[in-house]
C-alpha cells in the first residue's frame, strides 16, 4: 500500500490560497452582500431577494443590459473582422508581414487610459483631427463623444481598434500551425483562394477564434476604464454599462446591496459566455 504523503497539497497550497483570496472569497462575499442592505459599507439587515427584485424590474437595468451587450459584441465583431484581415493579409507578406506586425501590435500594448485619451484627443469636437478632416470634407461631424446615438458607436469602435492586434497574433499563430499539404490538395482540386479559405483556414482556427472571442468577450462585459476616460457613462448614459453601473453604485450609492446585483448579474453572464463558446467551439473540434 503507498505511502501517503502531504508534500503535493503543500506544493499547490500557495497557489490555491492566492486563488481563494483573489477570486473565490471576493464572489463569496458579494453574493452574501446581494441579500443585504446596508448604509454605505455598514450592513443594515438581511433583505432577502429584495435587491434582486429591484434591480431585474428595473427599466433602467434592462436598458443598460442592452447597452452592454450591445457594446460587447460590437467590439468582438469588429475586432474579429479587423483581425482576421489583417492575419490573412500579413500571413502572406513574408517578411515584410513579420515587421508590420510589430506595428500593429502597438495598440494592444497601451494601456486603456492612455488609449482613452489619445481617442478623446482625436475625436474632440473643437480641435480634434477627425472631426476637422469630417468637416473639410463637407459634412457636419457634431459631437462626436457628446452626442447620445454616436458615443456608444464611437466607443465600440474604439475598442475593436485597441483588442484587434490580439485576434490577429492568435489567428496568425493558428494559421501557422495548418499543413501545407491541405492547400495543395485544394489546388490540385481546382479550388481557388474562397475555397481554401472556407475549407482549410477557417476549419482549422474556428477553435482558436472561439478561445480569443471568449477573452475578448470577457475583458469586454468587465472594461470600465475606457469609458470613464471617454465618455464618463454618458451622454445621457447611453455609455453606461453593467460593470460601470456596478464601480458607479459601489462609490456613490448609500445601498450597495442592488450594486452587488449587478456584479453577480455580470458574472453570470461571464459564465453563460463561456460555456457557450466552450460548447461551439467543442462541436467544430469534436
Known amino acids: 500500500m503507498p505511502r501517503f504523503t502531504w508534500a503535493p497539497y503543500l506544493w499547490f497550497a500557495p ?6 483570496l483573489v477570486t473565490l472569497y471576493p464572489t463569496v462575499f458579494v453574493a452574501w452582500l446581494s441579500f443585504q442592505k446596508t448604509k454605505y459599507y455598514e450592513l443594515a439587515g438581511f433583505v ?24 460587447v459584441f460590437g467590439s468582438l465583431a469588429g475586432a474579429l473582422i479587423l483581425g482576421m484581415a489583417a492575419a490573412l493579409v500579413l500571413n502572406s507578406a513574408g517578411v515584410t508581414g ?3 506586425r510589430v ?13 482613452g485619451s489619445i481617442w478623446l484627443w482625436l475625436l474632440n469636437p473643437s480641435f480634434g483631427p477627425i472631426p476637422y478632416l469630417i468637416q473639410a470634407a463637407g459634412f457636419d461631424p457634431g ?6 446615438g454616436l458615443a456608444l458607436p464611437l466607443i465600440t ?16 499563430a493558428a494559421m501557422q500551425s495548418i499543413p501545407k499539404e491541405l492547400y495543395e490538395a485544394v489546388e490540385i482540386d481546382g479550388g481557388g483562394a474562397f475555397v481554401k479559405f472556407r475549407y482549410v483556414t477557417l476549419t482549422h482556427i474556428i477553435p482558436t477564434l472561439g478561445s480569443t472571442a471568449l477573452t475578448l468577450s470577457i475583458i469586454y462585459l468587465t472594461l470600465m476604464t475606457l469609458i470613464i476616460v471617454m465618455t464618463g457613462g454618458g451622454p445621457l448614459g447611453s455609455t453606461t454599462t453593467l460593470s460601470f453601473e456596478a464601480f458607479r ?10 450594486t452587488a446585483v449587478v456584479s ?6 461571464n459564465i453563460a459566455l463561456g460555456a457557450l463558446y466552450t460548447r461551439l467551439t467543442g462541436r467544430v473540434t469534436g
Open 48 to 71: 432577502g431577494l429584495a435587491n434582486y427584485r429591484e434591480v431585474l424590474t428595473s427599466p433602467e437595468f434592462w436598458d443598460t443590459t442592452l447597452i452592454s451587450l450591445t457594446y
Open 249 to 258: 453604485g459601489t462609490i456613490q450609492a448609500v445601498n450597495i446591496g442592488p
Open 103 to 115: 506595428f500593429i501590435l502597438f495598440p494592444w500594448t497601451l494601456s486603456m487610459s492612455v488609449v
Open 143 to 148: 459631437l462626436m463623444l457628446g452626442d447620445p
Open 98 to 100: 513579420s515587421a508590420l
Open 157 to 172: 469602435l474604439v475598442t475593436a481598434w485597441w483588442s484587434f492586434p490580439y485576434v490577429m497574433v492568435m489567428a496568425t
Open 15 to 20: 497557489a490555491v490560497l492566492i486563488l481563494f
Open 264 to 269: 453577480i448579474v455580470v458574472l453570470f453572464m
